[in-house]
């Protein structure tokens, strides 16, 4: 393996970032997904894993007492959005909570690429990046978060999460 590095991209899909998506976050959307883009070529051109990681739900999920429905498999709005398109050696992992870990096979492939440090980009900073970045931690991964390329629907929140991100959870911001 030459690398121990791998990128998580977190719910880049068209219901989040696309003003029409059934969970649009905003304005910061954009910003985030050009950042993203030059994030992730930089990381492509260096060799680096790059993992999507799907927010993918059955319709009447029982997430959808808390969020309006969103995500539905098979629909446009669990796209990858067309900007961040993965390519043919990307990794893409569909996941049913904000947990990226919670119920998925990221664990499992992570240690089969021996990888050990995670850079986290994406949103919502406070809901899937967060907990992603918890799981990650509770399993003693190296947990980078890009303050750049990750955003929320509220900027207070973002900002409450990237500190105790790095606080409570020793992740490193950058
Ligand atoms: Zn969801």
Avoid: W
């Avoid at 930089?42 to 319709?59: F, K, L, T, V, W």
């Amino acid at each position: 393996m030459k690398t121990q590095k791998a990128f998580l991209v977190i719910d880049m899909l068209n219901d989040f970032i696309k003003p029409d998506g059934a969970l649009y976050i905003g304005e910061a959307a954009q910003e985030v997904t050009k950042r993203i883009q030059t994030i992730i070529s930089s990381a492509r051109q260096e060799g680096i894993p790059i993992i999507y990681i799907c927010d993918n739900h059955r319709p009447g999920d029982a997430e959808f007492n808390m969020f309006k429905p969103h995500c539905i498999r098979g629909t446009r709005g669990a796209k990858i959005v067309e900007e961040l398109s993965p390519g043919p050696e990307d990794y893409i992992i569909p996941k049913r909570r904000y947990s990226a870990f919670f119920g998925t096979d990221l664990d499992a492939t992570l240690r089969e690429m021996g990888i050990s440090e995670l850079v986290l980009v994406g949103v919502c900073t406070n809901i899937c990046v967060l907990y992603t970045a918890v799981d990650a931690r509770m399993r003693n991964y190296s947990v980078t978060v890009i303050k750049e390329g990750v955003a929320s629907f509220s900027q207070e929140a973002h900002e409450f999460a990237l500190k105790e991100m790095e606080n409570t959870l020793g992740v490193k911001i950058e």
